[in-house]
């Protein structure tokens, strides 16, 4: 489920359209770009949420593969932010 959240919201929304865009020039049969968008779906759940996929992922591919994949999602939220605190109200 995408977050309800205004600001969250807008958070998952700015991921999205940046999958988007970078999907027109990757190589997107490349394990570097399914690993970049199993990224971007977790970044864009509710926290809560992501703890539980997060668990889930730890118990199936072991810690460092959720500890990966959390670093990952935490940075394209923190790179989201940084694109909505750029554009204008």
């Known amino acids: 489920m995408l977050l309800t959240n205004s600001l969250d ?3 998952a929304d700015t991921i999205s359209h940046t999958i988007d865009d970078e999907r027109k020039t990757a190589d997107t ?3 570097i770009w399914r690993e970049r968008c199993e990224s971007a779906q977790i970044a864009m759940l509710a926290d809560s949420e ?3 996929v ?3 992922i730890a118990t199936r591919r072991g810690e460092a593969a959720a500890s990966d994949l959390e670093r990952s999602a935490s ?3 923190t790179s ?3 694109i909505l605190a750029r554009k204008p109200s």
């Open 54 to 56: 997060l668990s889930h």
């Open 29 to 31: 049969t490349s394990a």
């Open 75 to 77: 940075q394209m939220r």
């Open 80 to 82: 989201a932010i940084f």
């Open 50 to 52: 992501r703890r539980v």
């Open 9 to 11: 919201q807008r958070i």
